[in-house]
């Protein structure tokens, strides 16, 4: 096990910028995401703490050495793919021992070990089966135990819950959370899912046209965001207003916004759906923001309702366990409130 | 319902066939069955002379050892160039596959083939002009080297093989290649990560998993080899005689024709016996 830093790393494929300076602290034995729109530089960043991709600048260094000289091969490191790349030709057991007998462990040890990881992923039954004779989730499962059973000083993924359907997929989420903290290994995943970030991990890094944009909790990204991007990206966010490009936020002449202090100057103020609450009438509180506007759409979706507002040129969207939404009907006035603490500066 | 279904996906699947067989029984089926029954034969029906059935021309092989010997020489060619080939091919199918993306590999590939595309004779011809005493190769050799050296591969073995490879050698990288093709590059960088050098990578992961179209490589070059009579003619002279030789002179030169077919049909089978022989050994190398 061993902490990861990543300081100042910039990736380019010919003259495409990949990854543009990017740097950040993976602290030993935590759970860390990587999140971004398709071709912001993940996997390149994945594959360049790997390994399989050297750095032109910057450095990356693993248990504080720096690894910039060191081939994959060398980094001890694990490995998850995607689409599991599990040798065909191997069975279950020679797939999961195949680290090990690289290594030379001696055949007891091997396959003791071999037994230890299959049974931590729940598979000790199935070690003399081929790949193509699992199942999606039983191959996740496989390529998992592979992956930690050199003990590695760090397990990298990269989106390894996306082939697999919701509820399986939730249900490896679980199990994946369970192994990395029954051994403890630092682990750095790569996901398209938000709210998989979000749930799993220590500590998520927004990437964003191959920049950093932000590094931190999910919980301080997700309530202070640093830019639009981040704030739209991560979770919904409705921008309720905008800077009029002089300096001053423009709250499209609504005075029940309040902009909290110290933010006139801020680039925009956005709330999250699930802050807000929706009224026929207006609400008389004090500390309340308020707009007005037409209730467009209603949906149910079991524990939670959405709701589209719209409120002159902007949309809002607003989300509610069910039995917290009055009774309206699409096409109605109404109100929508929140809190002015849960007003989001974006600086 | 679905009878009917199933039964028009049989004439659909039947009418699709249809030209292949045809094609198979009027261009393989038939004239081979023509040379099965000349095998059996005393002498050519449609000569002048008298003919009856016998088994002469099969006893004729177990007679002297002329025969044996030499069908184990052919063999042994077969072998030599099979391994020429894999060896040359195999590293070129994987450099292609692997490591040449776009355009260059476009390139490559159409010189892979270039032998394809002469013609046979002219081939043959072209490499005794290279290697003929003072021929191409020694003028070459002795205008980079400082030194007088004396090559002349002419008529001798390594003639034929370097003849056979360069010919055959476009069967063993294209298999090679489309095998090497379908293995996932994931499953590399999985190896690599897990600590594996190249040579583990392809000893325990490449090789088995190409090793299908490499094998089809092999059996495409070993079975025209064992049975081939103008290399071995051309390139080898009087070293040049094998089994193929013998049995060509039977149908051009000595007119046995059922001699020839006789022993063509003992090489088919030595040939099948060795692949049927060596193909569960070498299905469970691939596991
Ligand atoms: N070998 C390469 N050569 C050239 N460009 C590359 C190479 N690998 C990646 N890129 C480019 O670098 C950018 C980042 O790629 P990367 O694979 O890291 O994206 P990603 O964030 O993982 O996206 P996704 O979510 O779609 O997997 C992309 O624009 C991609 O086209
Ligand atoms: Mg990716």
């Known amino acids: 096990m061993a902490e990861v830093s990543v300081k100042n790393v910039t990736k380019k494929f010919g ?22 729109p398709s071709g912001s530089g993940k996997s390149t960043l994945l594959r360049t703490i790997a390994g399989f991709l050297f750095a032109d600048s910057g450095s990356i260094h693993i248990g504080n050495k720096s690894v910039d000289l060191i081939p994959v091969e060398k980094r001890e490191i694990g490995m998850m793919f995607q689409n599991y790349a599990l040798f065909p030709n191997m069975t279950i057991a020679d797939n999961v021992g195949f680290g090990l007998r690289v290594r030379k462990v001696s055949s007891d040890e091997e396959r003791r070990r071999i037994g230890e990881a299959l049974e931590l992923v729940q598979l000790s039954t199935l070690g003399d089966r081929k790949p193509h004779q699992l199942s999606g989730g039983q191959r996740q499962r496989v390529a998992l135990a592979r992956a930690i059973v050199t003990n590695p000083r760090v397990l990298l993924l990269d989106e390894p819950l996306s082939a697999l359907d919701k509820s399986l997929r939730v249900d490896m989420q679980v ?51 640093v830019d639009r991007f981040t704030a739209e990206f991560l979770g919904d966010a409705n921008i309720v207003a905008e800077n009029d490009g002089n300096g001053r936020l423009n709250v499209s002449g609504n005075p029940s916004i309040k902009i909290p202090e110290g933010a006139e100057t801020a680039s925009a103020l956005a709330v999250r759906p699930e802050s807000l609450s929706i009224s026929a009438t207006e609400p008389e509180q004090e500390g309340l923001s308020k707009v007005h506007g037409r209730l467009v759409q209603r949906m149910f979706a079991g524990a ?44 | ?21 045809l094609w198979l029984t009027v261009a ?11 095998s059996f034969l005393s002498d050519v029906p449609f000569g002048q002379k008298e ?48 490591s040449i993306q776009g ?53 001798s073995t390594p003639a034929i093989v370097i003849g056979l490879v360069h010919s055959y050698l476009p069967y063993v990288i294209l298999t090679s290649y489309l095998a090497l093709q379908a293995i996932d590059d994931n499953l590399i960088d999985a190896a690599r990560s897990m600590g594996a050098n190249k040579l583990t990578i392809l000893w325990r992961i490449i090789l088995p998993l190409s090793l299908p179209g490499l094998l089809a490589g092999a059996v495409l070059i070993f079975v025209p080899v064992v049975g081939s009579f103008m290399e071995p003619r051309i390139l080898g002279g009087r070293v040049g005689t094998y089994f193929g030789t013998v049995i060509e002179d039977q149908f051009v030169a000595v007119f046995n024709w059922p001699l020839g077919a006789a022993l063509s049909f003992i090489l088919l089978a030595v040939v099948l016996i060795i692949l049927a022989v060596a193909s569960p050994i070498l299905r469970r190398a691939q596991t």
């Open chain 2, 1 to 21: 319902m679905s009878m009917t279904l199933a039964n028009q996906q049989r004439i659909k699947i039947f009418s699709l066939l249809s030209p292949a067989y």
């Open chain 1, 15 to 36: 003259n495409f910028t990949a990854l543009d300076d990017v740097s950040m602290e993976f602290p030993d034995g935590g759970f860390f995401a990587l999140l971004g």
């Open chain 1, 304 to 347: 939670m309702s959405t709701c589209i507002v719209q409120c002159g040129s902007h949309t809002y969207k607003m989300v509610a366990r069910d039995q917290d939404v009055p009774n309206l009907s699409e096409g109605e006035n109404i109100w929508l409130s929140w809190k002015s603490a849960q007003t989001i500066v974006i600086p």
């Open chain 2, 103 to 155: 355009r260059s590999r476009e390139a490559l590939f159409l010189l892979v083939i270039l032998p394809f595309w002469s013609n046979s004779l002219v081939r043959i011809f072209s490499w005794a002009i290279v290697l003929r005493g003072n021929g191409v190769l020694e003028i070459a050799l002795n205008t980079i080297l400082p030194f007088e050296v004396d090559v002349n591969l002419m008529f």
């Open chain 2, 51 to 98: 003919w009856f059935y016998s088994t002469e021309n099969y006893q004729a092989f177990f007679q002297t050892t002329t025969y044996a010997k030499l069908l184990w020489k052919s063999i042994n060619l077969g072998l030599m160039v099979t391994g020429c080939a894999v060896l040359v091919g195999f590293p070129c199918a994987y450099v292609l596959a692997k």
């Open chain 1, 175 to 225: 199990e994946l959370k369970r192994i990395q903290h029954e051994i403890g290994i630092t682990t750095i995943f790569v996901t398209h899912d938000q709210e998989e970030a979000l749930t799993l991990s220590d500590k998520i890094g927004i990437l964003r046209e191959g920049r950093m944009i932000q590094s931190g909790p999910p919980r301080s990204v997700y309530n202070n965001p």
């Open chain 2, 28 to 38: 393989i089926f038939l004239p081979l069955s023509a040379m099965f029954y000349f």
